[in-house]
């Protein structure tokens, strides 16, 4: 079963801030949160990840609560070519077995101009 | 460097024959994990492997195999397929190990399987 939740659908306007909600109030403490967006049934982009710190890159930035229990996927300055599923994701790992990755239903984010 | 490579991009193949979909990981992952994508269940994993070594397992009927080559070359089988296996077919590309687990995962474009 998927361990995190995320509101199905969000509509953001060209040029503001995408902020999108997660909730994973079942995270163990070695659980990495992962996000990922898939357009048009292409393979899933990455685009970053955290354990317990906020992390940023060059497309996004990544709050984590101190309880870890949720996250928010912020993209700064939405583009029409962000519209897409965004997954947030938790990785389950095993000692010495790998991790696998947990997709939920994912948020379908419209941006519109 | 190049990405993940999946081959073939699209499949049509009759119920209760078998298919065999490839993936070539990024150069140096050890890693290579695959998922099933349908619009009914989303998206879930099949397996992992790691040098060449099945290293963890989903919940999928023993239909579904896979194995990996000494150049970290993945291959995914599918007998007996049944109209349900129609799907998109990912594989995810990664180290495989490091520091505290952090490493990410690369997709490929992914092979569109439908069964007829």
Same mark, same amino acid.
């Given at each position: 079963d998927a361990k995190t939740t995320q509101p199905p659908s969000m509509d953001c306007a060209e040029g503001r801030a995408a902020n999108l909600p997660c909730n994973? *109030?079942?995270? *163990?403490?070695?659980e990495y949160v992962y996000w990922y967006r898939q357009i048009h049934s292409q393979g899933p982009q990455y685009i970053i990840h955290g354990l317990k710190n906020n992390e940023t890159n060059e497309m996004a930035s990544l709050i984590i609560t101190e309880d870890r229990k949720s996250s928010t996927l912020i993209l700064p300055h939405a583009t029409l070519r962000d519209t897409a599923v965004y997954y947030c994701i938790v990785r389950v790992d095993h000692y010495n077995q790998g991790g696998k990755l947990i997709f939920g239903q994912g948020t379908e984010l419209s941006v519109k101009p | 460097k190049a990405g993940v490579t999946q081959t073939p991009r699209y499949l049509i193949k009759t119920r209760g024959q078998q298919v065999t979909l490839s993936c070539s990981p990024i150069s140096g992952h050890r890693s290579v994990s695959w998922y099933q994508q349908t619009p009914g269940q989303g998206l879930q994993f099949l397996f992992e492997y790691f040098s060449e070594t099945q290293r963890n397992k989903g919940?999928?009927? &023993?239909?579904f195999s896979g194995r990996q080559f000494s150049n970290s070359r993945s291959e995914m089988n599918v007998s007996t397929?049944?109209? &349900?296996?129609s799907a998109l077919y990912l594989c995810a590309s990664s180290l495989g190990q490091g520091r505290f687990f952090d490493y990410g995962y690369t997709f490929g474009s992914g092979t569109r399987l439908t069964v007829v």
């Open positions: 994973h *109030s079942t995270i *163990s403490g070695n | 919940n999928f009927p &023993g239909r397929l049944e109209l &349900g296996d």
